[in-house]
């Protein structure tokens, strides 16, 4: 386990985001990233959550709406990893997974690729 403050946490996340090819990132569409500390229901299991209309479905979408979150948990991604590679590397992989689910990606397919 990792000992890292929200702030320092928030730093990596947003080193790792910018690290993304420009590719993966530039067709994402009033998304917003977000650091929480925990899931809501406390647990250490989820790493992220992509909440919001996939672009695949954004037919159901309409003007105004508030954006779509990227949310990173930084318990759990602490309590998962050993060492600061390690957690780069597993926020690099939830930034990843989160984002292809914006894309219609679902877990099936992310497992598929070896993004689950």
């Known amino acids: ?14 080193d790792e985001l910018d690290a993304l090819p420009d590719e993966m990132v530039d ?3 009033n998304v917003v990233f977000v650091v929480e500390d925990r899931p809501e229901d406390g647990s ?3 790493f992220g959550l992509y909440d919001g209309w996939a672009l ?3 037919d159901r979408y ?3 709406e508030l954006p779509d ?3 990173v ?7 998962a990893c050993d060492d ?4 780069r590397e597993e926020v690099h992989t939830t930034l990843v997974h989160e984002i292809a689910h914006f894309y219609g990606l679902d877990d099936e397919r992310l497992h598929q690729l070896g993004w689950a």
């Open 73 to 79: 948990y930084r318990e759990p991604h602490l309590h």
């Open 27 to 29: 067709g994402l569409d």
């Open 44 to 46: 250490l299991d989820l």
């Open 84 to 87: 600061e590679n390690a957690l």
């Open 62 to 64: 309409g003007m105004g």
């Open 1 to 14: 386990m990792i000992d890292m403050d929200a702030d320092a946490f928030e730093r990596l996340v947003l």
């Open 56 to 58: 695949t479905e954004r």
């Open 69 to 71: 979150r990227i949310i």
